[in-house]
């Protein structure tokens, strides 16, 4: 019982000392935070008291009304009055006052013609000589070997055979025949080839397609059958050189218009 009153001794005793060392600690802490008050104080007291800014006036605002249009009066057409005619004064001139009749002059002597001698004028100049070109050069004709010297008339050279025939006499000037001459055909119309027939004869003979009219010859031709176009005849020697001018011989198709035809070439 006595050992637990010294416990409950010392556990008085310590709290005890407990609370005067938290007393003291308070207390110091106290004094020292007074200290701290007072130095604060004493600084603060030392330092100007700040004057206040003015607040600077803030500007005002004022608004500013909208302009409202202001309607234009539209002009008005002034009538511009019409002048009028102004009546123009006509003056009447004065009568024209008549003039006095005045003498008529005595008729006087027409003096009597001079003989006056013309001059003499000088004589017309002489045309000037103007220059006039020489007539063109006539185309020189080739002086063929031979040329024709009788042609057949048509009139009775009718008839009914199917092939174009000429008959062909080539003499020389004194009316002999002459052997290894051809003649030579083209045709208009370039259908067909060019013909050459075979050469002519030393000796003559006449013609057989009509009994009526009968031609001495030494050459028969036939050209082909009978087609509308021109035939062109002409003679050649054996090397084919143009021994004279072409003729022209027309056929139709028609077998009423069939006819054969003759020439003589004579140098």
Not at 149 to 169: A, C, F, L, M, P
Not at 170 to 195: A, L, Q, R, W
Request: glycine share 6%; with cysteine; aromatic share 10%.
């Amino acid at each position: 019982m006595i050992i637990m009153k010294k416990s409950h001794f010392l556990l008085i005793a310590f709290m005890i000392f407990s609370l005067g060392t938290l007393g003291c600690g308070l207390a110091q802490s106290v004094v020292e935070r007074a200290k701290a008050n007072k130095t604060l104080a004493g600084l603060i007291a030392d330092e100007p008291t700040p004057t206040r800014r003015k607040p600077t006036p803030r500007p005002t605002f004022t608004v500013t009304p909208t302009p409202t249009d202001t309607a234009t009066p539209t002009p008005t057409d002034t009538p511009t009055p019409i002048p009028t005619d102004t009546p123009t004064l006509t003056l009447t001139p004065p009568p024209t006052p008549t003039p006095a009749p005045t003498d008529t002059p005595a008729a006087t002597a027409t003096p009597a013609p001079t003989n006056t001698v013309p001059r003499p004028t000088s004589p017309p100049r002489a045309p000037t000589a103007t220059f006039t070109p020489a007539p063109p050069t006539a185309t020189a004709v080739p002086n063929w070997t031979f040329k024709v010297k009788e042609r057949g008339d048509r009139n009775w050279q009718k008839t009914t055979y199917t092939s174009i025939v000429n008959y062909v006499y080539v003499t020389d000037n004194k009316g002999t025949p002459i052997g290894g001459i051809f003649v030579v055909g083209e045709h208009s119309s370039g259908k067909f080839p060019k013909y050459k027939s075979p050469p002519s004869e030393w000796k003559s003979f006449v013609s057989s397609l009509s009994s009526d009219y009968r031609k001495t010859v030494n050459l028969k031709v036939e050209l082909g059958p009978y087609v509308d176009g021109t035939w062109y005849v002409y003679l050649v020697d054996g090397g084919g050189t143009q021994l004279s001018d072409k003729i022209a011989w027309d056929y139709s198709s028609d077998p009423n218009n069939r006819m054969w035809d003759f020439i003589w070439w004579s140098k």
